[in-house]
């Protein structure tokens, strides 16, 4: 059963403090992508990866940072949370083509 | 820039009923896919079905169809017989497949509500 696994599904930091959300996938994709989702808003995407090392950023990048080392692995970097990225964080990956998107859970995210 | 529209914020359809989701979407490319997914309140994101742009028949997926309206640029959802279970959060989504390996681009979602 393909799998994206994302660590948290629920956590609580304060402003300031460096958040860390890991992804992690087992279906040997090329791409992993960060999404953002806000009520009202949908899914905007933060940052992309189509290769390990390799890093693109979306819509709206300001604030975040990742990081790719191995291919199976994503994480999304919030160096300085602010109450402003209090939202839902989503995880996705796909192969290359034109394959759909397998998503995480979601991590819900409350800065304070 | 791709660009996808969903106008309807919220959706109320009674059990057994048919409903449609509106969806359109703008782009260059002559070469693109479209996609649905529902969002229940688990928060989880399940694929519903796909339509690549150049593919002559409209795609369907058991309850799930897709009017694909190439010259007006829609992608609208279609559920048959609807279910309790098919009240969820609703999103269409876009690639453009020319460019690489571009993301997918989400509309802002439409809310279904089954009501019995």
């Known amino acids: 059963d393909v799998k994206v696994t994302q660590s948290s599904r629920y956590l609580v930091k304060r402003t300031g403090e460096k958040v860390f959300l890991e992804c992690v996938q087992d279906m040997d994709h090329e791409n992993m992508f960060w999404y953002r989702q806000d009520p009202g808003l949908g899914l905007r995407l933060i940052y992309f990866?189509?290769?390990?090392?390799?890093?693109e950023k979306g819509d709206i990048p300001e604030g975040y940072s990742v990081s790719r080392e191995k291919k199976e692995r994503f994480s999304l970097i919030l160096e300085s949370a602010s109450t402003n990225q209090t939202s839902m964080y989503l995880c996705?990956?796909?192969?290359?083509?034109?394959?759909?998107?397998?998503f995480g859970e979601g991590s819900r995210l409350t800065v304070l | 820039a791709q660009k996808i529209t969903q106008t309807q914020p919220g959706m109320f359809v009674q059990e057994k009923e048919a409903v449609t989701l509106d969806c359109t979407y703008d782009?260059?490319?002559?070469?693109?896919?479209l996609f649905w997914y529902k969002q229940p309140s688990s928060g989880e994101m399940i694929f519903l079905i796909y339509q690549g742009s150049y593919d002559q028949q409209n795609a369907t997926e058991g309850r799930y169809s897709l009017n694909f309206q190439k010259a007006r640029k829609s992608a609208n959802l279609v559920i048959s017989a609807s279910q309790l279970g098919d009240s969820a959060m609703y999103f269409c989504a876009m690639r453009e497949l020319n460019s690489g390996n571009t993301p997918l681009v989400f509309g802002k979602g439409t809310r279904l509500s089954v009501i019995a």
């Open positions: 782009t260059s490319d002559p070469s693109y896919g």
């Open positions: 990866s189509y290769d390990v090392k390799m890093k």
């Open positions: 996705a990956s796909r192969t290359s083509g034109t394959g759909e998107l397998f």
